[in-house]
């Protein structure tokens, strides 16, 4: 007998659709996007104020800010 919990099962496969359906119909991409533009923008702000704030980076909602203890040596 063989198991998958991988296999795309007919309702698993519907959900999967009906999620980028959704995803496409409310932009949520363009959000992520905007969203993420201005989040980048403002934490950049913040890390030429604060020395704990190493570097920020990413793309769409999927930011990361490195704290550190020192700028120059991280």
Same mark, same amino acid.
């Given at each position: 007998m063989y198991f998958n919990? #991988?296999?795309?099962g &007919?309702?698993?496969c519907r959900v999967g659709l009906t999620v980028l359906e959704t995803i =496409? =119909? +409310? =932009?949520?991409? +363009? $959000?992520?996007?905007?969203?993420? $533009? #201005? *989040? *980048? @923008?403002? #934490?950049t702000k913040l @890390?030429? =104020? &604060?020395? *704990?704030i190493g570097n920020v980076r990413g793309k769409g909602l999927m930011i990361g800010i +490195? *704290?550190?203890k020192d700028k120059e040596t991280k």
């Amino acid at each position: 007998m063989y198991f998958n919990t #991988f296999g795309g099962g &007919h309702i698993q496969c519907r959900v999967g659709l009906t999620v980028l359906e959704t995803i =496409k =119909k +409310e =932009k949520l991409h +363009e $959000n992520a996007e905007t969203v993420g $533009n #201005f *989040l *980048l @923008s403002e #934490f950049t702000k913040l @890390s030429q =104020k &604060h020395r *704990l704030i190493g570097n920020v980076r990413g793309k769409g909602l999927m930011i990361g800010i +490195e *704290l550190v203890k020192d700028k120059e040596t991280k």
